[in-house]
């Protein structure tokens, strides 16, 4: 069993449309979580990081941790074309600012006009 | 300011020969990792370099893999012996103290 497991997708929405992302996780040690964004032939970039549980928002987007589930989910509202991409979560047992990172297998995305 | 450079974009080889893949760090950064990215897979964590500590190699799938950094600067990833199961775009990212992992466009290996 992966450690991080990601539905692959791809998941189509029309524009507009709230999307939901998720990742299951079995590490009880992992403290930090990501979510990136990744664009055909390009390296992934950063969208969200948070600490723990709770829920932090951003924009268009809110990411959730529920570390007694151990599930974490990254919300986009209002979907537009451009968010068409592949969508990584990341988590760490450390620190980011020292740890390895584990990434799931990533959510194929396509937003339709 | 310039972000994590890496070359080649592309490198196409005939298995059994070596490569060696070159990562430029974003200047003042003081961390530098290396990731392996089949097709459709998430990122796979190779070594991972901090200033002049000791770098943590424990995601290398092999002794054929190995990694060297020069100080804060320029570090190269070079795999010995090519097997076709080598191809992946390789990414590398850096960071310095208390943010995150910068990314750059990955090298796309393929193995024929």
């Known amino acids: 069993q992966k450690e991080v497991e990601q539905d692959p997708g791809p998941l189509s929405v029309p524009e507009g449309a709230i999307v939901s992302l998720n990742c299951t996780y079995s590490?009880?040690?992992?403290?930090?979580f990501m979510w990136y964004r990744q664009y055909s032939r390009k390296g992934p970039e950063l969208l969200m990081y948070?600490?723990?549980?709770g829920n932090k928002e951003d924009g268009r987007f809110t990411a959730q941790v529920d570390k007694s589930s151990k599930y974490i989910s990254l919300f986009i509202r209002d979907s537009q074309p451009s968010d068409s991409a592949t969508y990584l979560c990341?988590?760490?047992?450390?620190?980011?600012?020292?740890?390895?990172?584990?990434f799931g297998q990533g959510t194929e995305l396509s937003v339709k006009p | 300011g310039a972000g994590v450079s890496q070359s080649p974009s592309n490198k196409v080889t005939e298995k059994g020969k070596d490569v060696e893949l070159r990562c430029d760090p974003i200047?003042?950064?003081?961390?530098l990792y290396w990731y392996r990215q089949r097709l459709g897979q998430g990122l796979e964590f190779l070594i991972y370099?901090?200033?002049?500590?000791?770098?943590?190699k424990s995601g290398l799938p092999s002794d054929r893999f190995s990694a060297e950094r020069t100080g804060e600067s320029v570090s190269t990833l070079t795999i010995q012996r090519t097997q076709q199961e080598d191809s992946a775009v390789y990414l590398c990212?850096?960071?310095?103290?208390?943010?995150?992992?910068?990314f750059g466009p990955g090298t796309r290996l393929t193995v024929l």
């Open positions: 990341a988590m760490s047992a450390r620190d980011n600012q020292g740890g390895k990172l584990i």
């Open positions: 590490n009880s040690a992992f403290q930090y």
């Open positions: 370099f901090q200033g002049n500590s000791a770098p943590d």
């Open positions: 948070t600490y723990s549980s």
């Open positions: 200047s003042g950064h003081t961390a």
């Open positions: 990212a850096s960071r310095k103290t208390g943010a995150s992992q910068y």
